[in-house]
């Protein structure tokens, strides 16, 4: 007979694994083709649209969820989740906007493949796997700082790609990066539904090194499917 929390506990590693492989396309930081040729078509200032697409990017990009569900996985406190939340959103808005204003791009498949080890990071250390092989706690804030950095990456080598017009572009890169964080903050409302009502159970501390095994599953496919398109390409 199974438990109602194994059942909690399975309907949760269905759901990362659904978030992953449901997403369109192989790259987690792709544009739908629609919002693509937008970009690409319009020049001004667009501040709403570009608001939206944002938004959007960040509500729909699994790699984003995958990581901030493990940043938050063991944080109780508002001002803890607050902090690492702005940490996480100071890294990716930092080399997002210089990123495409510099057009400083990256290879696509190498940083999302980054993207990929920043997921299988924070799931490893959830499970305590640094203080047993290193003998230490590797800094979280930094690391959570870092990672976000490379997600910014990851985004601005997108938008590089789509020859986005430098008429308006500050002001809509301004629009682009607030719907990013409003995008973020209902992922992270979504996540901190779930995780509350999980957290109440009696399987919680149970299944939850289950949980950062398959997270961390997750981000190595991440990375496997990210290298093989950049070998093959």
């Known amino acids: 007979m199974i ?4 059942t909690r506990t399975l309907v949760l590693l269905a759901g990362l694994l659904l978030l992953l492989f449901t997403a369109n396309g192989a790259l987690a930081h792709a544009v739908a083709e629609g919002d693509k040729g937008y970009i690409q078509e319009i020049s001004g200032v667009h501040l709403l649209s ?17 990581f901030l569900l ?21 890294g990716h808005s930092t080399t997002m906007l210089l990123g495409v204003y510099f057009n400083v791009g990256i290879n696509s498949f190498l940083i999302d493949a980054i993207i990929g080890l920043s997921v299988v990071y924070k799931a490893l250390d959830n499970m305590g796997a640094y203080q047993r092989w ?3 706690q590797p800094n979280t804030k930094a690391a959570t700082l870092i990672f976000g950095l490379f997600h910014g990456f990851g985004l601005s080598t997108k938008i590089i790609e789509y020859d986005i017009s430098t008429d308006g572009l500050v002001p809509n890169l301004l629009a682009f990066n607030v719907g990013v964080e409003i995008g973020q903050l209902l992922a992270l409302g979504a996540i ?7 957290r ?4 919680f501390w149970k299944h939850a090194y289950t949980a950062n095994v398959a997270m961390m599953c ?7 499917m990210q290298l093989t398109g950049y070998f093959v390409s």
């Open 3 to 6: 438990s109602a929390s194994t």
């Open 50 to 66: 570009f608001a939206y697409l944002g938004a959007k990017h960040m509500a729909t990009g699994y790699d984003h969820i995958l």
């Open 70 to 90: 493990g940043v938050i996985f063991f944080l109780y406190r508002m001002k803890q989740i607050a902090l690492y939340v702005t940490l996480f959103a100071v």
């Open 134 to 136: 290193l003998g230490f």
């Open 192 to 198: 901190l539904i779930v995780m509350g009502y999980w």
């Open 200 to 203: 109440r159970s009696r399987g």
């Open 218 to 224: 997750a981000g190595f496919i991440l990375i496997g």
